[in-house]
Every structure is written in C-alpha cells, then in structure tokens.
Nanobody, 115 residues
Framework: QVQLVESGGGLVKAGGSLRLSCVVS????????LGWYRQFPGKQRELVAG???????SYADSVKGRFTISRDYAKNTVDLQMNSLKPEDTAVYYC?????????WGQGTQVTVSS
C-alpha cells in the first residue's frame, strides 16, 4: 500500500511563506502525476499544483507566481513552496500520487494564514 505523509503546515501571517513536504513510500518515478490539492470547509478538493514525469508543471490560477512545486527523486519527496500567502489560502493541503489505476492521498496538513 502506497503511503504519503505530508508535513510543514502551520500558522503564518499574510505575506509569509511555508514549505510543505510529502514523503512517498514508493519511488516517485513510478507515478504518472504528482500533485498538491487543497480543501476548503464544505468544498471539494481542488488541484493547487501538479508535476508530470517529464517535469512539466501546472498551477491553479489563484497561486500562479506564488507557489512552486518540486520533486526529489533521491528522497522520494514532492514539495510545495508557498510564498506571499494570503488568508484565502487557508485550507487543508493534501499531496497525491497517481498511478495508472489509482490516486493515493496523504492525510493532509492544515495551513492557516492570518490577516
């Protein structure tokens, strides 16, 4: 069973930065897509940032220019650097790894941005 463990969430003031990290129990090179999602209370999870095997990245319009996704094959990690944080970025953030047949989720980490 694939396991993903997120860390790095917390409380930060508006304009600050946080770096989320996700450790994957299997080689990340075996997955088709790696992504960070977030979920607001009462809402569906939404894609924040994703990275494909050949390195192409995609971002939600609301985070473009502020967030950066990266991966480290040696450590089997997928990170999300979040800069210029806004109160509206407050959410639970999840990392996910897509194989050909399944999407595996981490347990989530809370990010709270105070104004």
């Amino acid at each position: 069973q694939v396991q993903l463990v997120e860390s790095g969430g917390g409380l930060v003031k508006a304009g600050g930065s946080l770096r989320l990290s996700c450790v994957v129990s299997e080689s990340i090179s075996s997955f088709n897509y790696l992504g960070w999602y977030r979920q607001f209370p009462g809402k569906q999870r939404e894609l924040v940032a994703g990275i494909a095997p050949y390195g192409s990245t995609s971002y939600a319009d609301s985070v473009k220019g502020r967030f950066t996704i990266s991966r480290d094959y040696a450590k089997n990690t997928v990170d999300l650097q979040m800069n210029s944080l806004k109160p509206e970025d407050t959410a639970v953030y999840y990392c996910a790894a897509d194989s050909r047949s399944s999407r595996y989720w981490g347990q989530g980490t809370q990010v709270t941005v105070s104004s």
